[in-house]
């Protein structure tokens, strides 16, 4: 099990006193900064048949019950997911951005999986009395399953631990969350971040991590998939002198076709960035992803209208919803690139 060193101070605070533990606990916060990894953690220090009743340490990973979840058998354990999306929906490269509809209740946790965990929790334990139900991402319960939930948490079987985690936590019945304790992630301190991915030979840790908005572990799946030579020629596209929206969508197309692991969402995504840092830099003079391209932005900016970048922004949080399924990807591609190159030139005059 791994707990991140970023995590240490809040695993210590909350295992100050293992038996006062709350039953339902709800880890909040971005995405990509391990919240999931540290509710597998406490599942198995909670289980763990040796750990030291007052103690902030972790799962002993050597006796029986880490044993059983090393390998993914523990009895008292239940890890509720979405069901998984079809292979078909994976593909990369043209096949993604024309992916099948989803089918009824796919990608969502469902009620028959919550309604499982009544004879989890309320049949006795196997092993020494702790039962952990583990829920992720929690706001993917749909309505019925999160009413179901919310009957169990309302009456708490002793020895049984709730532990849900969710990046959108806002999402979730209000109910639900009056029951639980939340616990707030928040992103790790930068140098902490830098020297873990630089531990995972990650190399560029400061850009990638920048890019990432501060998440380590989506700047290290991002390293894996080489993602960082895609942003930078994506970048080099937005940074240039303004060309004109049909060779802007060119050069774009043929970054989609080259590079499978880069999508269309991903390219919006990318550019939805590079103009929040347009914006920031017009109106603060700072930038949040960009830091390695401070002048360009300052250069673009200069001329940039603010509420121009602010519509262009806008126009590209609604055209994300859509970017998976578009109905033709070179106008998708010229109407993205038509939008950002005025946001640029409406501030001259
Ligand atoms: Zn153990």
């Not at 009456?155 to 209000?174: D, K, N, T």
């Not at 830099?281 to 001329?303: P, V």
């Amino acid at each position: 099990m791994t707990l991140f060193d970023w995590h240490k101070p809040l695993w210590q605070r909350l295992l100050a006193d293992p038996e006062k533990l709350p039953h339902a606990l709800l880890l909040a916060g971005p995405e990509g900064l391990g919240k999931l990894a540290f509710a597998q953690a406490l599942a198995a220090r909670l289980l763990c048949e040796q750990a030291p009743v007052e103690s902030d340490g972790v799962a002993c990973g050597h006796c029986t019950a880490c044993i059983w979840l090393a390998s993914g058998n523990h009895p008292d354990l239940r890890l509720i997911q979405p069901e998984e999306a079809d292979e078909s929906d994976e593909a990369g490269g043209d096949a993604s951005l024309q992916a099948a509809p989803r089918k009824p209740g796919q990608g969502q946790i469902r009620v028959d999986q919550i309604r499982a965990l009544e004879d989890f929790v309320f049949v006795g334990s196997h092993r020494h009395g702790k039962r952990v139900a583990l829920i992720s991402p929690a706001e993917l319960m749909n309505p019925a399953g999160a009413n179901c939930l919310l009957k169990i948490l309302e009456e708490p079987p002793a020895g049984v631990y709730f532990i849900l985690v969710s990046s959108h936590w806002r999402r979730l019945l209000p109910t639900v969350l009056s029951r639980c304790r939340s616990i707030h992630f928040g992103r790790p301190d930068q140098a902490a971040a830098e020297r873990w991915l630089a531990g995972q030979g990650v190399s560029a840790a400061a850009e990638l991590l920048q890019l990432a908005g501060g998440a380590p572990l989506i700047a290290a799946a991002w390293a894996e998939q080489g993602r960082l030579d895609a942003y930078r020629k994506v970048i080099a596209t937005l940074a240039e002198k303004p060309v004109d929206p049909v060779a802007m969508a060119a050069k774009w197309a043929t970054l989609l076709k080259t590079d499978q692991e880069f999508a269309l969402p991903q390219l919006v995504e990318a550019v939805q960035k590079w103009v929040f840092d347009l914006g920031l830099m017009k109106i603060a003079g700072a930038c949040r992803y960009h830091e390695a391209w401070r002048s360009q932005l300052e250069k673009l900016a200069a001329t940039a209208s603010g509420s121009g970048l602010m519509a262009c922004y806008n126009d590209l949080l609604r055209i994300r919803a859509v970017a998976r399924h578009p109905l033709n990807t070179q106008l998708f591609l010229e109407d993205m690139a038509a939008r950002y190159l005025r946001a640029l030139t409406t501030g001259r005059s």
